[in-house]
Structures are given as structure tokens and as C-alpha cells.
């Protein structure tokens, strides 16, 4: 059995009051009088020893630390190790050498000192492994290793190597590492058009103050590309304020104009290895900005995105020029495919099937074979389909697993109304075709589908539908669409737009009077969202169970009966007509998940509220699916997302 150190001092002292008390209690039995003089005594002795310990200290490290010594193999061993050295047992410090004592001790010393009270964030486990452990003693730097002392009793032999000098040329290596802003005035050309010159110079010069002022106090440099594009090199040291600031920039530049109409986009790239790769990372995080939309700052790192921003509607674009050469590069690549699959999301909506309806009008007017992939078990757009169905048109819907033994280098995929991969309708027919087109209006979120070969990307639009709606006016061929295909663009645009009341611009309009000029019959397009009487006293029982939490209306249900998946919105839609709601989230079980459906008046941007739980959408619709969990824990997730968007809004404001 190992002997202890501490044992044999702990018994010394139980030793000794054993004996003092021997010696006092028969005294203090007979002649109490004559504790006096031997407490006098003790209390004159203690104050010596407290007067005295730092000699004492002095001379027990003289003693056990000095190089003359007999009969040692450990000290004689690190009697002329260069570096500094300790013995450390039971917590105390038993030895060290000179060096020890100079650049760690400062000339003090520390003999039988708990080791904690002189190096604090001492970890002899983590000392042990091949890494060691790093420790900071006043100014100095220290990267610590242990061992065993054999011979000792389980003393540990402590190594400090003092690299202050390599650690700090790192840290500051690493805090210069350079990082690139690409800076975007959104929207320049509608906002700016219309402006006289001097009211656009006196626009333009407040921006430049501004980001000069910004960029200023960092270490980098700012210049103006383009009209409406900056590009800065700055270091990470910066990037590193900009962030704990949450780019406060774009509060003051949207402060310069009445409404906010004037905003910033900001892609930014740090942590790359060279300054180009930094670069193509700001570009990718400047075109994510600004396909959700803008107003905000989108982060690239290795490890992926973040976001910053994000609180203003998109500007619409009031110029077709873009859809007429869309329509063509569309046209051009439909008729060199052999055939064409068209694809949307999962759990398909009246938007993504009427604007899947319309690009499959667009093939046929190409004379290219083309076919709809929708699982019509799992969809919100039942009787859309079931009209189609009804009028001899179902051949030009398949189920997605049918349409893989068909694919062939030369198929085109169309992907419409989304531009997510985790959320397309089949994984599977997305990694078997080499080309790919999008389009889609939601704003954009990580994990988007890569490099396609061809995007229409808006989100200023309302729906995919009204998208592909100015796609068919500019086809070089005749229109030949039918009343049944308008009609189910118009419902497209009709769920997205609840009815044409939010998210509309001008080009909706157009795009519903032409639908309307075509043939669609609002009548009909408004008896596709009735719903049957179970699902109007789910949708009921869902909003009466709601609750308003800080702005928002929250309500939980259970899973729902099979084909009741539309109650989902409706519901989530209903409870924005309550006052004070700025905007709702629905929680619904389903398959040892949670299914979440929220809709916003645009106070409250629902997409960042939901990215963090894996959704998606745009600033007024969004959604996520949570697998493996329960509806308290969903719950409790969303509220914990609206108090963090709460409290940045708070912040913003103070600002």
C-alpha cells in the first residue's frame, strides 16, 4: 500500500493536539488561572509563524530545491533541465527548479503551496495527453506536459515550455487573415430610375459616407466597382466586431430613406485558406443575400452560412427584359432534351402543381415529351388534380419512383417552387439528371440545389405560378394555353397571394389578367380551396386551442386524420386575422415528428424564424418538418426562436 504524504502530516497534527490536550485538560481542571500564560504563549507563537512563513517557505525551498543534495535520482536528474519544472502531489507543489521559480514564480516562493492557487487552469489529465495543455501566467504563455515521477509515490513531474513569442505570431497571424466584403445596393435600378440627378447624388453620397465610415474603422480598404457594387479586403479581426454588431450597417443605411426603400446586401467570406477563395465565398454568401431577398448580410464559412438582416420586403422589378430571355434559354434547352421531368417540392401545393401545369405547357409548345413526378398520396392540391384527372389529362402525371427507368443523360429536370434539395418531391430523380433548371420565388436558404443550369430566381414574386405565367407570354411560340391550365396558375397565385391581399406588386396583377384574358374562371379557381366539413372543425378546433405569446399566435394539435394535411394553413392563415397577431405558427404532429406552418403580415420575418429549425420559405410563409419530436419540444424550440428574433428587433430599435 502507497504511503501519503498528506496522511503523515494529518497524523503529525492529530498527534500533537492529542498531546497539548493531555497537557492542558488536567491544568484546566485544577488551575484554570493558569491557561493564561500558555494561551499568551500559543498566541505569541502564532503570530510569529504568520510572521515568519514566507522566511519559513524561503528555507523549505532552499532546502528542497537546491542543487546540493544527496541521494536523489530525481533532482539530480532535472538539476540542469533548462525548462521550467515542477513536482506537484496531492495538489501541492513539493519542488521545482530555478526556472520554474524565475519566469513562473517571479522570484517568489511557492514550496507545499496548493498548486490551483498558482497555476489556476492547471489540468494534469490534460497535461498527459501528447498535446499538453496551454496556460497563460500574467503576460506569459505556457504549453504544459506531465508525467509521472517514478520513485515518487505518484508525484507528477510538470514541464512548462514558454512559447509566448509562437503563440502570439499565431494569434496574430490568424486575427490578419484576410476576409472579403462584396457590398450590393439592392434594387439600384428600379429605385434609382426614377430619381433626378441630383437627388441621386445626394443619395448615392450619403451611402458612400456611410460605408466609408464603416470600412474606416477597420484596417482594410473599400471601393466602388460598379453604380451599385463595393467590394473591401478586410482582416478577420474585423469581421469578428462586424459580426458582434450584427452589421448595424444595414440599419443606417435603410434609415437614409423614408419606408426603408434603400438597402444593403452583404456577402461576406473569412476563414479561406488564400484571399481568392475568400473572394468566391463572398460572392456565393452575396448571391444567397440576395436571393432571399435582400436587406441583409449572408456570412460564408467553412462550415457554412449564416445570416444577418433580413427584415424589408424585396423590391419588385417592374422590367420584362430578364423573363424574355429566360423564356428563350428555356426553349433553347427543352428542345435539345430528349425528354423532360418536372418536379416540385414535397407535400405539392396548388403553386407548385399550377406552376408545374405551365412549365409542362411550355414543353408541349417545344414538341418535347414531358411528364408532371407528384406523389398524389401526399399532396395540398387534391382537387386541382382530381379536375385534371376528370378531363382526360391524367398521362401527364406520374409518380416520381416510375419516372427513373426513363432518365437519361439527355432528360431536363424543372424544378419548380422550391430550391431546396432536402424538400424536393424526389431526392432520387434530382441526383439521377445531369441538367437542372429552377424556378422558384421563395428566398434562399442553405442547402440549395448546386450550380443548375439554368435559374429564374424572384423573390420579389409572389408564386412560382406568376413566374412561369410571364414565362408563357414570352415563348416565341403562340399561346396556345388552356382555359384549365389559367386556371390553375391563377390558383397558384391565389394561395400564395391569400386572395391577392399580401405579397402582390404589379406584375401580379398582369400576370392574373392575362391568365383571366386566357380563359381562367375565378369562380372555379376559388372552389379549389373549399374544404369539407371535418376539415373546417379541425382547422376551428386548431385555432380555438391557440395562444398569443409576445406578437405571435402559437397552436398545437395532434396528428390529424390522413388527407387533412390542407387544415395545416388554413389554420395558420386564419389566426392572422386576429388582432395583435403579427404572425402565427401552427404545430401539427405527424410521424414521430412535427409538422410547423407559419404565416406572418410581414411585421415578422417567419423564414428566420424557422431556419434554425431546418425550414424554409419567404419573409411571410414558411415551414419546417421536425423528425424525432415531440410537440412540446417544438413548441418550446419556437418560442425560443421568437425570443430571439424579438430581442434582436429590440436591439435594432435601441440602435
Known amino acids: 500500500m502507497k504511503h501519503k504524504d498528506g496522511l503523515d502530516i494529518a497524523a503529525l497534527l492529530l498527534l500533537l493536539l492529542v498531546a497539548v490536550a493531555a497537557m ?30 514566507r522566511r519559513l517557505r524561503a528555507f523549505l525551498a532552499r532546502q528542497l530545491c537546491s542543487t546540493d543534495f544527496e541521494n536523489s535520482r530525481i533532482q539530480y536528474s532535472l538539476a540542469n533541465l533548462p525548462i521550467p519544472t515542477v513536482l506537484v502531489n496531492d495538489g501541492r507543489i513539493l519542488w521545482y527548479n530555478q526556472y520554474f521559480r524565475q519566469d513562473v514564480l517571479d522570484d517568489y516562493d511557492a514550496v507545499t503551496r496548493p498548486v490551483n492557487r498558482v497555476l489556476p487552469e492547471l489540468d494534469l489529465a490534460v497535461c498527459s495527453r501528447p498535446h499538453g ?15 509521472s515521477a517514478k520513485g515518487s509515490r505518484g508525484a507528477s513531474l510538470v514541464y512548462l515550455i514558454n512559447d509566448t513569442l509562437y503563440k502570439e505570431t499565431l494569434d496574430e497571424y490568424n486575427e490578419s487573415r484576410p476576409a472579403c466584403l462584396i457590398i450590393v445596393i439592392d434594387s439600384y435600378d428600379e429605385l434609382f430610375d426614377d430619381m433626378k440627378d441630383s437627388e441621386q447624388a445626394k443619395e448615392l453620397e450619403a451611402i458612400n459616407s456611410l460605408l466609408e465610415e464603416y470600412i474606416g474603422r477597420s484596417t482594410g480598404f473599400l ?62 454568401s452575396i448571391d ?65 402543381v399550377g406552376s408545374a401545369i405551365g412549365v409542362l405547357r411550355i414543353c408541349k409548345m417545344c414538341d418535347v415529351p414531358a411528364v408532371i413526378a407528384i406523389n398524389s398520396e401526399a399532396t395540398l392540391a387534391g382537387p386541382l388534380l382530381k379536375t385534371f ?23 431536363l429536370l424543372i424544378v ?49 405560378s406568376e413566374l412561369v405565367c410571364e414565362l408563357l407570354q414570352f415563348m416565341p411560340k403562340e399561346n396556345n394555353i388552356t382555359p384549365l ?86 389554420a395558420a392563415n386564419d389566426l392572422l386575422t386576429i ?52 410537440l412540446q419540444d417544438a413548441e418550446r424550440r419556437i418560442r425560443e426562436q421568437i425570443d430571439l428574433y424579438r430581442a434582436a428587433q429590440k436591439e435594432n430599435t435601441a440602435r
Not at 291 to 315: C, L, M, N, P, W
Not at 588 to 617: F, H, Y
Open 24 to 53: 492542558v485538560v488536567p491544568v484546566a481542571l485544577t488551575q484554570p488561572a493558569l491557561l493564561a500564560v500558555p494561551a499568551v504563549l500559543v498566541l505569541i507563537a502564532l503570530c510569529v509563524v504568520l510572521y515568519q512563513r
Open 133 to 147: 495543455q496551454d496556460l497563460k501566467v500574467g503576460e506569459r504563455r505556457f504549453t504544459a506536459y506531465a508525467g
Open 223 to 284: 471601393r466602388k466597382v460598379t453604380n451599385s457594387r463595393y467590394i473591401a479586403v478586410v482582416e478577420e479581426r474585423d469581421v469578428r466586431w462586424m459580426l458582434a454588431e450584427r452589421f448595424d450597417i444595414l440599419d443606417k443605411v435603410r434609415a437614409l430613406h423614408p419606408g426603408g426603400l434603400t438597402t444593403l446586401s452583404i456577402g461576406v467570406g473569412h476563414g479561406g485558406k488564400t484571399l481568392q477563395e475568400c473572394h468566391q465565398m463572398a460572392r456565393e
Open 288 to 352: 444567397i443575400a440576395l436571393g432571399r431577398g435582400g436587406d441583409q448580410a449572408a456570412v460564408k464559412t467553412v462550415d457554412g452560412f449564416e445570416f444577418y438582416g433580413g427584415i424589408s420586403h424585396g423590391v419588385e422589378k417592374r422590367s420584362h427584359v430578364r423573363s424574355r430571355i429566360i423564356a428563350n434559354a428555356l426553349c433553347d434547352l427543352i428542345k435539345r432534351s430528349d425528354s423532360v421531368i418536372i418536379m416540385g417540392h414535397r407535400m405539392s401545393d396548388l403553386d407548385a
Open 389 to 411: 384527372l376528370d378531363a382526360g389529362e391524367g398521362h401527364d402525371f406520374i409518380a416520381p419512383d416510375q419516372t427513373l427507368d426513363v432518365i437519361t443523360p439527355n432528360t
Open 416 to 464: 419548380v417552387d422550391t430550391y431546396q434539395k432536402r424538400l424536393l418531391e424526389s431526392q432520387q430523380i434530382y441526383e439521377k439528371c445531369k441538367r437542372v433548371v429552377v424556378i422558384d420565388h421563395h428566398r434562399m436558404a442553405v442547402g440549395h440545389i448546386d450550380n443548375p443550369t439554368l435559374i429564374y430566381h424572384e423573390p420579389y414574386a409572389s408564386s412560382a
Open 485 to 570: 391550365e389559367a386556371q390553375a396558375l391563377l390558383a397558384g397565385i391565389m394561395l400564395d397571394t391569400r386572395s391577392f391581399a399580401l405579397h402582390v406588386g404589379v406584375r401580379t396583377f398582369e400576370a392574373a389578367a392575362w391568365l383571366r384574358s386566357r380563359g381562367a374562371q375565378t369562380a372555379d379557381t376559388k372552389l379549389l380551396f373549399n374544404t369539407s366539413k371535418e376539415e373546417y372543425e379541425a382547422r376551428a378546433h386548431i385555432v380555438e386551442a391557440a395562444y398569443i405569446y409576445k406578437g405571435c399566435a402559437i397552436a398545437l394539435s395532434d396528428e390529424l386524420e390522413a388527407g387533412m394535411n390542407v387544415v395545416l394553413p388554413m
Open 579 to 630: 388582432n395583435g397577431v403579427d404572425a402565427s405558427f401552427v404545430a401539427v404532429a405527424k410521424n414521430d415528428g412535427v409538422n410547423i406552418s407559419a404565416r406572418s403580415m410581414g411585421a415578422l420575418n417567419v423564414q428566420v424564424i424557422l431556419e434554425p429549425l431546418g425550414g424554409g420559405g419567404h419573409l411571410m410563409m414558411a415551414g419546417a418538418q421536425l423528425q424525432n419530436c415531440t
